[in-house]
T-cell receptor, first 115, second 111 residues
Framework: DGGITQSPKYLFRKEGQNVTLSCEQN?????MYWYRQDPGQGLRLIYY???????QKGDIAEGYSVSREKKESFPLTVTSAQKNPTAFYLC??????????????FGPGTRLTVL | GQNIDQPTEMTATEGAIVQINCTYQ??????LFWYQQHAGEAPTFLSY????GLEEKGRFSSFLSRSKGYSYLLLKELQMKDSASYLC????????????FGKGTKLSVIP
């Protein structure tokens, strides 16, 4: 079955530690995205990638870093510079990068809690 | 830039009809998406409108008026499982494949 996987579902870290969230897709999608969602808030874009070895900052990139070494994988690192990292993190992917119809498919999310 | 407004919360009765509104301001319209998100889960795609009018898909319908910058999601024959947040999203500018999401409308269906 094709889809997007994120692991782990729940993650706890101590303040000051970097943590990497995994995102893998086998949908053969070119574009991948990372969003952050806080209670009562919509999805806010952290980083996105159109193609392997290329990625762009979204609206709230400070304190985060990404890599796109393979088409299938787009890991997100939450660094100690991120002031308020506790949140629900969602990874998504989409196939078409040139048309307006750009349905994004989401992974199950990782809930990160920094203690 | 993009600006999307949705009501924060709504409550409706099982079996009833509810309409969730979304107004948007965007530079260069390229369609509007609706997603459903159950608490703690991933959003799932519901509908996409790029032309004016009503698109019906089972119990769910979505309407778009480009001239008014307005859309709504209509849910008929409400079921308890429809309790979720409903997110309105538009592409982030002409030719963009990124989406800007509204804050979502949390719908509670009561018996």
């Amino acid at each position: 079955d094709g889809g997007i996987t994120q692991s782990p579902k729940y993650l706890f870290r101590k303040e000051g530690q970097n943590v990497t969230l995994s995102c893998e897709q086998n949908l053969n999608h070119d574009a991948m995205y990372w969003y952050r969602q806080d209670p009562g808030q919509g999805l806010r874009l952290i980083y996105y990638s159109q193609i392997v070895n290329d990625f762009q900052k979204g609206d709230i990139a400070e304190g985060y870093s990404v890599s796109r070494e393979k088409k299938e994988s787009f890991p997100l690192t939450v660094t100690s510079a991120q002031k308020n990292p506790t949140a629900f993190y969602l990874c998504a992917s989409s196939a078409e990068t040139w048309s307006s119809y750009n349905e994004q498919f989401f992974g199950p999310g990782t809930r990160l809690t920094v203690l | 830039g993009q600006n999307i407004d949705q009501p924060t919360e709504m409550t409706a009765t099982e079996g009833a009809i509810v309409q969730i509104n979304c107004t948007y301001q965007t530079s260069g319209f390229n369609g509007l998406f609706w997603y459903q998100q159950h608490a703690g889960e991933a959003p799932t795609f519901l509908s996409y409108n790029v032309l004016d009018g009503l698109e019906e898909k089972g119990r769910f319908s979505s309407f778009l008026s480009r001239s008014k910058g307005y859309s709504y999601l209509l849910l008929k024959e409400l079921q308890m499982k429809d309790s979720a947040s409903y997110l309105c999203a538009v592409p982030s500018g002409a030719g963009s494949y990124q989406l800007t999401f509204g804050k979502g409308t949390k719908l509670s269906v009561i018996p």
